[in-house]
């Protein structure tokens, strides 16, 4: 009979740190009135991290902390109230929501070396957290829960196991960021691409530098020769921060350097920005019993999922990239609020990724520039300077080439409305 006690606290949303008040009272719609034996009242309050996956093994989980207290020892009797007297009996509690995971309750098997999860026993308390590898699928899940549990003990009437009564209630605890805005570390792909066409010529010099294939060229035996035609050379940077903020936009930057010294033209060719087209990847990662006849070894495991976050075709109006271009000025890239902040504990853990591809052309040419997923930390939207927050360490900047310039200020920018380039002419520059 869960329905005969009842949690009240003002609210259910804390962080670390945060007190929790409330009270614990008597109530039944279909007993008040009635009597009932009492032996103790009591309130736990704990967190767990949880693991599911139920194939081969169910995994343990780990109780990060508990406390009890005991708010009525008896025995007594107490007459259940009626409605509009629910504060006959009640009691009030108030609890802490510690900073630190409690090491004492860490009483799981160790994790393997080398794992992506924190085997240090002075950590913070991770966010809660409620997530399924499929929808509506509880094979593989993972669960963060900090919950109060009321309990109320009454004699048997068998004499022979008493009787409980339980009432539970979740909390959750969100981790807020305590610096304003992310680092400037970032990750650079820098791309080399070659332009050499015709095109490159003015127009009324373009027919004037064809000239007839050789027989071999006809015959296919030999690709046509283009040692005559003009080239152009420039370095196509795609920059993304090793970090970002949930709600806000993921800040992207696209660098165009030209070789002036490669190119016979004194003045850079014109690059237009085509397509753009950026994934977001979640991945989820936690520790479960190895199969195996050896009791106690662990394997990771878990699950990604991957989906386009932003996706922009430029073809009718032609992108002039002039220099660097903020991609949130031209695109929605904002991060959904219901992600959960990047986080590693004694058994599940939480990264994300971004992609990001790019076409552009240059002379009448097409050229992809294509990157690999990078790791992104995702904080949280929450900002609180004065939250007692453990530094984490930055990811590392990865760099694909000996050019590591940094990314232009981190600033906050308003999303384009719907229909941006309505009414704009056919080529803008940026």
């Known amino acids: 009979m869960s329905d005969l006690l009842q949690i009240h606290v003002p609210k259910t949303s804390y ?3 945060d ?3 409330g009270s614990i ?4 719609k279909e007993t008040q009135g009635q ?3 009492v032996e103790s009242v009591s309130l736990t309050f704990t967190g767990r991290l949880s693991p599911t996956r139920y194939w081969p093994r169910v995994p343990k989980s780990i109780q990060v902390f508990a406390y009890k207290k005991t708010l009525l020892s008896g025995p007594t009797t107490l007459r259940i109230p009626s409605i509009g007297c629910e504060d006959q009996h009640s009691w009030p509690f108030t609890f802490c929501f510690p900073f630190d995971c409690n090491a004492v309750q860490h009483d799981g098997p160790a994790a393997p070396p080398l794992s992506l999860f924190n085997t240090d026993h002075n950590q913070p308390l991770p966010p809660s957290v409620s997530t399924f590898s499929e929808e509506k699928s509880s094979r593989e899940a993972v669960s963060i829960v900090y919950e109060l549990q009321a309990t109320l003990v009454s004699p048997s009437t068998t004499r022979y196991f008493p009787v409980s009564y339980v009432k539970r209630l979740e909390l959750n605890l ?3 960021r305590n610096r304003e805005q992310p680092g400037l570390e970032c990750t650079n792909r820098i791309q080399r691409i070659t332009c050499q066409t015709s095109g490159l010529f003015p127009e009324e010099q ?3 530098a064809k000239r007839p294939l050789r027989l071999r060229e006809k015959l296919g035996l030999k690709s046509a020769c283009t040692d005559h035609l003009p080239k152009a050379t420039f370095d196509a940077k795609l920059q993304t921060l090793s970090s970002a903020i949930i709600g806000e936009p993921l800040p992207i930057f696209l660098h165009i350097d030209y070789h002036l010294e490669t190119s016979p033209f004194r003045a850079p060719p014109p690059v237009h920005l085509k397509k753009v087209a950026v994934w977001f990847r979640e991945s989820t990662s936690m520790l479960v019993p190895k199969p195996g006849r050896v009791a106690g070894e ?3 495991a878990g699950w990604i999922k991957a989906y386009q976050l932003a996706a922009q075709d430029f073809d009718k109006e032609i992108l002039l990239v002039n220099g660097c271009l903020d991609m949130r000025k031209i695109m929605d890239l904002t991060l959904k609020d219901d992600l959960i902040p990047t986080f590693k504990t004694f058994n599940l853990a939480r990264f994300y990724g971004t992609k990001v591809n790019v076409t552009l052309e240059c002379a009448g040419k097409d050229f992809l520039v294509y990157d690999n997923y990078n790791p992104c930390t995702l904080l949280a939207k929450q900002f609180d300077p004065n939250v007692t927050q453990y530094v984490q360490s930055a990811t590392p900047a990865v760099v694909i080439n000996d050019v590591d310039d940094p990314p232009p200020p981190y600033e906050t920018i308003e999303q384009p ?3 941006w380039n309505a009414g704009k002419s056919s080529a803008r520059t940026l």
Do not use: C, D, H, N
């Open 298 to 300: 662990q394997e990771q």
């Open 35 to 37: 009597e009932i034996a």
């Open 206 to 208: 373009r027919e004037l």
């Open 174 to 176: 969100y981790t807020p």
């Open 19 to 21: 007190t929790v008040s």
């Open 417 to 419: 409305a719907a229909g």
């Open 15 to 17: 962080k670390a740190g």
């Open 25 to 28: 009272y008597l109530f039944g």
